[in-house]
């Protein structure tokens, strides 16, 4: 539903995430929804992040749908993905479609990993073990509480967040404190200068990119 959805291809240097990287489509992608059944539950809860993800992007409904599908679960793995996987791939294609070398609207499918690449060379500096699912999931909590704070987001949306990916059984509580992830944030890839392109959440399904400096990243 994510990475191999879109043609970018990165590699990390020098602490910083994907920082080298070329576009190129593949001829085809193969989705095998029977390689899920072999994935311990900690990967399986990885892609339902990135799915939600997707979906607080671009699909308010299907993030309604697969909030109840998935929360308070005991046995994800016997639920079926495959509606979920179909539209979040759907989303992610018509945006790559829409600017394929990431100028403007591709910038959207960050959500969530500003301050999930932070929390990750975190982890790798204070050896750490945390998943990227577990980063995006914690660093979209994160978001949707400044957006809330800057007055993007409406009242209780970050809660509702949190809420539902707890239900979800994804990682919600920031492993690391603001000041150390702050310092991260100036290795990130979409910094420019003293400001960063940050995925702001306006509500469930409506997401917009817009530059802040890094001093304002504060909760």
């Known amino acids: 539903v994510d990475a191999s959805i879109g043609g970018k291809n990165g590699v990390n240097h020098n602490g910083f995430k994907n920082i080298i990287g070329t576009f190129c489509l593949p001829e085809f992608v193969r989705i095998n929804t029977a390689f899920l059944e072999t994935l ?3 990967e399986l809860r990885n892609g339902i992040s990135e799915l939600l993800k997707t979906f607080i992007i671009g699909n308010r409904a299907a993030y309604s749908e697969a909030v109840t599908e998935f929360g308070h679960s005991e046995n994800i793995s016997g639920i079926s993905w495959v509606q979920y996987i179909s539209m979040a791939a759907g989303i992610k294609s018509q945006i790559v479609e ?4 990431d100028g403007g ?3 959207k499918l960050n959500l969530g990993h500003s301050f999930g690449h932070a929390i990750e060379r975190c982890a790798a500096a204070e050896n750490v073990d945390i998943s990227h699912g577990e980063a995006v999931s914690m660093g979209i ?3 949707a509480r400044l957006s809330e704070k800057m007055g993007i987001a ?3 949306t970050a809660g509702r967040i949190e809420k539902d990916f707890a239900s979800c059984g994804l990682v ?3 492993a690391f404190g603001m000041e150390m992830l702050q310092d991260a944030l100036r290795n990130d890839k979409k910094r ?3 400001s960063l392109d940050f995925v702001f959440i306006r509500d469930i399904g409506d997401v917009s990119v817009r530059k802040i400096r890094l001093e304002d990243i504060r909760l």
Do not use: L, M, Q, Y
């Not at 829409?98 to 070398?101: G, L, Q, T, V």
């Open 40 to 42: 311990p539950v900690r």
């Open 98 to 101: 829409n600017d394929f070398r």
């Open 105 to 107: 609207e591709r910038k």
């Open 141 to 143: 909590v994160i978001a």
């Open 154 to 156: 409406s009242s209780g």
């Open 172 to 174: 919600t509580k920031p």
């Open 192 to 194: 420019n200068g003293d």
